[in-house]
């Protein structure tokens, strides 16, 4: 198994073949690559590309202009700067971590499925990462070709990166999330994504447990501690911490577990992760909640457009939400509270 439970909890799924069966099974017609970019923002200037063989993964960056990497230092004199060696590091290192603990692959998603690649262009940027949900091929563009892709971009300023940084885990698992579903709501992507990232960091939740505020009792603090907020942390934290009372020892092959950056610094910074299992159900859960959605409003199933961010969703994914806590059994008075909510 991937990972050990530190006390015994109760199962609320059926795991088979690296998948957990929450939902009846439904049928998704494979995505074909739909757009051809003739360029987009500044990835026409990264003029080279480092392959991290074997891993589906590129990166593109450059030396020189607006986009030049700040740090080019090549430690390990192979050609590549450390920066962008580190960036595919983290971002093989975390997916083959999500891909044991029981999340599906982008790649192997009925939305990406006609995709090749995992593209990450490292430039000049306002953030620190973003993450596109629209497959693309970018054929006039220098070292793309006609392969048909998914997108991240990160910032080529990352202070002291690698470091403690999960900027790149956090927007890989924006992949995952958008491999599930067409849901794009800010309460729901961004914790979520905070909470997957620990994989690779010190601590499985945040804020710690114990220090989470209570769940929500109503309707009325629903909207206003989870809907209304983009990141609502303490709701993530609380919920994640009643569906495993305890953190959950990961079992990674000793390859991975101790994959280091260029510096030989550890990637994982420590073996636990928590409520993992948890999260793969509600994902799995979402996606066929997307499939109803599409089909009650006669939505192509990935071109769902503005509709994706709209707040009409919201009493829909809580209801995903609390059936994913009613089929693993726990419950408390806080728990039955929140499981009231209409």
């Known amino acids: 198994m991937p990972f050990e439970r530190k006390s015994p909890k109760a199962a609320f799924a059926l795991f088979i073949g690296g998948l957990f069966l929450t939902e009846g099974v439904h049928s998704e017609s494979i995505n074909p690559c739909p757009i051809n970019r003739m360029s987009t923002g500044f990835i026409p200037s990264l003029t080279e590309k480092y392959e991290l063989e074997g891993s589906g993964i590129r990166v593109f960056y450059t030396h020189s202009g607006d986009n030049q990497l700040v740090d080019q230092t090549d430690s390990n004199s192979n050609g590549v700067p450390d920066y962008v060696e580190n960036v595919a590091r983290q971002a093989d290192a975390a997916r083959k971590a999500f891909n ?9 998603s009925a939305r990406y499925r006609g995709a ?29 070709g006609d392969a048909c892709s998914i997108r991240l971009d990160i910032s080529d300023r990352l202070d002291k990166f690698p470091g403690s940084w999960s900027v790149v885990s956090h927007e890989l698992f924006h992949l995952y999330q958008y491999g599930y579903m067409e849901f794009k709501r800010p309460w729901l992507l961004e914790p979520t994504a905070n909470w997957a990232e620990r994989v690779i960091r010190t601590g499985s939740l945040h804020p710690a447990p114990g220090l989470a505020q209570p769940l929500p009792a109503s309707m009325a603090e629903m909207q206003s501690q989870v809907f209304a907020q983009s990141f609502p942390y303490d709701f993530w934290s609380r919920l994640a911490s009643f569906m495993d009372e305890a953190d959950e020892v990961m079992h990674l ?7 280091t950056y260029t510096d ?25 909640e ?14 769902w457009g503005e509709n994706q961010s709209s707040a009409s969703h919201d009493a829909r994914i809580l209801k995903v939400i609390q059936r994913a806590v009613r089929r693993t059994g726990v419950r408390n008075s806080e728990i039955d509270a929140f499981l009231a909510i209409e």
């Open 116 to 144: 090749s690649y995992i593209d990450i262009n490292v430039g000049n940027m306002s953030g620190n990462g973003l993450a596109y949900s629209e497959p693309a091929s970018y054929s006039a563009v220098p070292q793309r």
């Open 290 to 303: 997307s499939t109803v959605v599409s089909s009650l409003n006669g939505w192509p199933p990935y071109q």
């Open 264 to 288: 030989g610094t550890s990637i994982f910074k420590d073996d636990y992760v928590r409520g993992f299992a948890f999260l793969s159900a509600v994902l799995q859960s979402l996606e066929a």
């Open 100 to 108: 044991l603990l029981g999340f599906r692959d982008p790649l192997e």
């Open 253 to 259: 092959p000793n390859a991975l577990r101790y994959a």
